[in-house]
């Protein structure tokens, strides 16, 4: 299985961007995904996270009301739009696999499959 990431950059505050992650595996239409961020010194942490069938979406607190997860099963790919942007933001951010549940697994050792990640940089 195969994530790959992209969209990252560089962005100033109050910016947006729109992350793309496309899977290689042929079951994703009957997986969960998540989005995480890992800013340097700092665990991993859970974003964005949306059920197979894109009908169940979850967000971490910090990104509430600014970030959207979406999904294309058609295209095997999930989406991040985020929208205004914070300098706390700044992180890379990596597409994760999860299992088939109803609800969304929030800790990343529930994902099996993880993509090399992608670089966001809010500046100020």
């Known amino acids: 299985v195969q994530l790959q990431a992209s969209g990252g950059g560089l962005v100033q505050a109050g910016g947006s961007l729109r992350l793309s992650c496309v899977a290689s595996e042929r079951t994703f239409s009957r997986k969960n995904m998540g989005w995480f961020r890992q800013a340097p010194g700092k665990e991993r942490e859970f974003v964005a996270g949306?059920?197979?069938?894109?009908?169940?979406?979850h967000y971490a607190d910090p990104v509430k009301g600014r970030f959207t997860i979406s999904r294309d099963n058609a295209e095997n790919t999930v989406y991040l739009q985020m929208n205004s942007l914070k300098p706390e933001d700044t992180a890379i951010y990596y597409c994760?696999?999860?299992?088939?549940?109803?609800?969304?697994?929030?800790?990343?050792?529930?994902?099996?499959?993880w993509g090399r990640g992608t670089q966001v940089t809010v500046s100020s």
């Open positions: 949306i059920n197979w069938n894109g009908g169940g979406t």
């Open positions: 994760a696999l999860g299992p088939l549940r109803v609800l969304i697994d929030v800790a990343p050792g529930e994902y099996s499959y």
